[in-house]
């Protein structure tokens, strides 16, 4: 008997400092691999503007820079020649395009949401609402002057960003079915695991993913299918290579160096050699703790008393396990290092963990049953 295959889009993450693809098929209730790739990029690009300084002409123009030519000939080299299949794709916004807007209004039906969102987000984004895709998520609801309100997270970008990027993409001979942005889609992988899971008796457990970056930090918490919280970090952790040159007194090339050994190896020795280091420097770290439990409390409010079950971190900074260990540490909770391909492989997911590759996941889970 023939087996029921469903093949998903390639997934596209553009990040900073590299890309990542994956493309997954469904063959009869499991998931599969077609293929992966991932290329860091030999020379970051410089950091992109800040939101709100974009010029109009100029904004998402971070897939048309010349830098980035590696990305993009990175992309048509693998999608010719590496075993995808297929040319429809899910592409990521970069993440210096997104906004994330958390406003607190008188409860409202979803039919009119949009209409409300539009008319409480002027003069709150750097640009006309009118022109953003948005979306938004209900965290939950507040007493507030002895009246209810609902907290509403706003995801915005502009729409003549996405259609850049997506005209970019066309140029590489893709067929773009979907455009997601990484906080949402970093948490695909254990939306997609529990809907596929065994009824829990206590309802689904509260996972809280944190996406860790050079340049950015996302908190995002998902209960079963639902995703129910997500917040933006300003600073990611670029800083620390900052605080190693310091602590050692060594160039910012050699401590560069001495992250990617303690990143890549796995004796031991350079794991505890790795940990000492990153206490050495825990001030410089401080901010994402403070971060996470800040939205652990937050969660706790809305839900009232509902606590956080387990910690994960993803994100290209996560696949340093010192780093993912020293920070899980010091937090009250379970943490541990995401491995979103066994989320949704299961046991038969072969390898390491590839934190790294969640949003891509995510991506190409686009439209899986």
Known sequence: ??????????????????????????????????????????????????????????????????????????????????GFRDKQAVISIPADQLIIQHLRLAPVPPEEMSGTLLAELQGKLPYDPRK???????????????????????????????????????????????????????????MFAAAHAAPASEGPPAVMVVYLGMRTTYVAIVRGQEMTFVKGVEMGTDHVLGAVTKDRNITPEQASALRAKWRDSSEEKDFQEAL???????????????????????????????RIDRLVFVGPEAKDRALARVIGAHLSIAADVGDPLKVVIGPAAQGIAEPEMAVAVGLSLFGAQ
């Open 132 to 190: 953003a895709v948005i979306r938004h998520i209900v965290a939950g609801q507040v007493s507030e002057n002895n009246e209810m309100k609902q907290d509403v997270i706003v995801l915005a970008i502009r729409r003549d960003v996405t259609e850049k990027h997506v005209a970019a993409m066309d140029r590489l001979g893709l067929e773009v079915v979907g455009v997601g942005v990484e906080p949402c889609s970093m948490c695909h992988s254990y």
């Open 1 to 82: 008997m023939a087996r029921k295959r469903s093949l998903l889009p390639v997934g596209i993450h553009l990040d900073a400092e590299a890309v990542y693809m994956v493309q997954l098929e469904q063959v009869d209730g499991t998931v599969e691999v077609v293929s992966k790739a991932a290329r860091q990029f030999a020379s970051a690009p410089p950091p992109p503007p800040k939101k709100n300084d974009s010029p109009a002409g100029q904004a998402g123009s971070w897939i048309g820079l010349a830098g980035h030519e590696e990305a993009r000939a990175f992309i048509r080299e693998k999608i010719a020649a590496d």
């Open 276 to 306: 000492d280091a990153y206490n050495a420097v825990w001030p410089s770290l401080s901010h994402i703790t403070d971060e996470i439990e800040s939205c652990m409390r937050y969660y706790g409010s809305l839900a009232r008393g509902a």
